[in-house]
T-cell receptor
Framework: NAGVTQTPKFRILKIGQSMTLQCTQD?????MYWYRQDPGMGLKLIYY???????DKGEVPNGYNVSRSTTEDFPLRLELAAPSQTSVYFC??????????????FGPGTRLTVL | GQNIDQPTEMTATEGAIVQINCTYQ??????LFWYQQHAGEAPTFLSY????GLEEKGRFSSFLSRSKGYSYLLLKELQMKDSASYLC?????????????FGKGTKLSVIP
């Protein structure tokens, strides 16, 4: 299994441009998450999904959109890039079930700079 | 949101033992995770605690006290490769989707 994969690894955007960060997992996990990580600030949840067709906002959703048309894919869309969106973005997934012990598994991240 | 507190930085000597503390809010608490994150890489899962006590996994152990809202990660026989950030994350019931709240991470530097 490749686990959680993300593309691209690096990207530089100009203010106002748009882009989609791709995330795919091959573990048949129902739960998927998008985080951003800023220096000294920890991981902040942007959006999450509990299954195909279901998405919901996390702590910092403004400026982002997501979709979940399949179990495997959970793309994150930035419509009008702003310098405040400069960050490292991580996608994560988790197996379904009622036990709280299942960990989230993270992709390698996308480092985004908005100039 | 739920607050997670952990020290920002720690330094320890190769071969020694280091303890990284984490405090969290107890209301609705449903489990505590520790992740390791090397610079420029993704977080990787280290341990999970939901009951009071110590969980041991080789050189790494994690402890939980639910009544005190306190956990620690214990790293023994430190190696240079243990230099990384260690993230404490708590899970809360009622959040749905098993969301985690992460602390800001503790950057551990292991020196010779």
């Amino acid at each position: 299994n490749a686990g959680v994969t993300q593309t691209p690894k690096f990207r530089i955007l100009k203010i106002g441009q748009s882009m989609t960060l791709q995330c795919t997992q091959d573990m048949n996990h129902n739960y998927m998450y998008w985080y951003r990580q800023d220096p000294g600030m920890g991981l902040k949840l942007i959006y999450y999904s509990v299954g195909a067709g279901i998405t919901d906002k996390g702590e910092v959703p403004n400026g982002y959109n997501v979709s979940r048309s399949t179990t495997e894919d959970f793309p994150l869309r930035l419509e009008l890039a702003a310098p405040s969106q400069t960050s490292v973005y991580f996608c994560a997934s988790r197996a379904a079930g009622t036990s709280s012990s299942a960990p989230q598994y993270f992709g390698p991240g996308t480092r985004l700079t908005v100039l | 949101g739920q607050n997670i507190d952990q020290p920002t930085e720690m330094t320890a000597t190769e071969g020694a033992i280091v303890q990284i503390n984490c405090t969290y809010q107890t209301s609705g608490f449903n489990g505590l995770f520790w992740y390791q994150q090397h610079a420029g890489e993704a977080p990787t899962f280290l341990s999970y605690n939901v009951l009071d006590g110590l969980e041991e996994k080789g050189r790494f152990s994690s402890f939980l006290s639910r009544s005190k809202g306190y956990s620690y990660l214990l790293l023994k026989e430190l190696q240079m490769k243990d230099s990384a950030s260690y993230l404490c994350a708590s899970s809360y019931s009622g959040a749905g989707s098993y969301q985690l709240t992460f602390g800001k991470g503790t950057k551990l530097s292991v020196i010779p």
